[in-house]
């Protein structure tokens, strides 16, 4: 027990000097900027503005979470599951957008859906559309871009629960008559849900915090918590709201950890 002590003491060092110091730095001036008290918490939960950017981001996130790991589930059944060459194409798939920023992508994606982009011209030029789409600017797009960028992190937790699970399970559904489909559905999915919980709760926690892709694709149209957070500190000067509203997102998010953690446990035991 001593040497793990010696080993672990300076990692829980490094995180209290990195995050718990700055998150009771941020917790502090929440209670007292701009004078002592819960004044900034009770505009959070009263102001409608606020609150509306709070649902905004939990439905956006929801759906995104939603999006990427159905996608991700497929992906990864091909990385896993496939031919050798469909695999090696699939890995090469996964792996290409790890080397993209962030920044890069958004861009991508606005350039790809904007009035005057690539997809709006060729849809002019096929007839199939006489004015452009709004495809950015709006919901649709943030939910585009935030999930093209999530996917590849659903599939590490997938593929871990895929390739873990027993095949003589499959086998003896198979040798009992069962479908392909009946064994996907009662068998092949209720054995990876660990792996399905794991990837919702890492996209869910990673999509709460976005702040890059909503700004560009959204065009300050759809507002999530983070950028009102920026826009709180950098623009309208309000560092004691900014900061509640940074502790309430830190104790929500560690809140549905927790939870999902419990049941992720559960599940895997």
Same mark, same amino acid.
């Given at each position: 027990?001593?040497?793990?002590?010696?080993?672990?003491?300076?990692?829980? &060092? &490094?995180?209290?000097?990195?995050?718990?110091?700055?998150?009771?730095?941020?917790?502090?001036?929440?209670?007292?900027?701009? @004078?002592?008290?819960?004044?900034?918490?009770?505009?959070?939960?009263?102001?409608?503005?606020?609150? =509306?950017?709070?649902?905004?981001?939990?439905?956006?996130?929801?759906? @995104?979470?939603? @999006?990427?790991?159905?996608?991700?589930?497929?992906? $990864?059944?091909?990385?896993?599951?496939?031919?050798?060459?469909?695999? =090696?194409?699939?890995?090469?798939?996964?792996?290409?957008?790890?080397?993209?920023?962030?920044? =890069?992508?958004?861009?991508?994606?606005?350039?790809?859906?904007?009035?005057?982009?690539?997809?709006?011209?060729?849809?002019?030029?096929?007839?199939?559309?006489?004015?452009?789409?709004?495809? $950015?600017?709006?919901?649709?797009?943030?939910?585009?871009? /935030? =999930?093209?960028?999530?996917?590849?992190?659903?599939?590490?937790?997938?593929?871990?629960?895929?390739?873990?699970?027993?095949?003589?399970?499959?086998?003896?559904?198979?040798?009992?008559?069962?479908?392909?489909?009946?064994?996907?559905?009662?068998?092949?999915?209720?054995?990876?849900?660990?792996?399905? &919980?794991?990837?919702?709760?890492?996209?869910?926690?990673?999509?709460?915090?976005?702040?890059? $892709?909503?700004?560009?694709?959204?065009?300050?149209?759809?507002?999530?918590?983070?950028?009102?957070?920026?826009?709180?500190?950098?623009? $309208?000067?309000?560092?004691?709201?900014?900061?509640?509203?940074?502790?309430?997102? /830190?104790?929500?998010?560690?809140?549905?950890?927790?939870? &999902?953690?419990?049941?992720?446990?559960?599940?895997?035991?």
């Amino acid at each position: 027990m001593r040497p793990f002590l010696v080993l672990i003491c300076p990692v829980l &060092l &490094l995180l209290g000097l990195s995050y718990l110091l700055p998150f009771l730095g941020i917790m502090r001036l929440s209670f007292t900027d701009p @004078v002592p008290g819960l004044a900034q918490y009770r505009t959070v939960a009263e102001d409608p503005l606020i609150l =509306s950017v709070i649902w905004r981001t939990l439905r956006i996130c929801a759906i @995104v979470t939603a @999006v990427s790991v159905a996608a991700a589930y497929v992906v $990864t059944l091909l990385w896993v599951r496939g031919r050798p060459l469909t695999r =090696s194409i699939v890995e090469l798939c996964i792996m290409i957008p790890f080397w993209i920023s962030v920044l =890069s992508r958004a861009f991508g994606w606005l350039s790809f859906l904007s009035n005057r982009g690539l997809l709006n011209t060729w849809l002019k030029d096929a007839g199939l559309i006489e004015t452009s789409l709004q495809m $950015t600017r709006n919901e649709f797009a943030i939910i585009v871009g /935030m =999930s093209h960028y999530l996917i590849p992190f659903a599939v590490f937790p997938l593929a871990t629960a895929m390739r873990n699970l027993d095949e003589r399970t499959l086998i003896a559904a198979e040798g009992m008559g069962a479908s392909r489909l009946r064994i996907f559905w009662q068998v092949f999915l209720p054995m990876t849900a660990s792996g399905i &919980l794991g990837a919702t709760l890492l996209v869910f926690v990673f999509s709460v915090g976005f702040f890059v $892709t909503p700004a560009l694709l959204g065009g300050g149209q759809s507002v999530m918590v983070a950028e009102l957070i920026y826009l709180w500190i950098f623009q $309208t000067p309000k560092w004691g709201l900014a900061a509640a509203m940074s502790v309430i997102l /830190m104790l929500g998010v560690g809140s549905i950890l927790v939870l &999902l953690m419990r049941r992720y446990g559960r599940i895997a035991q």
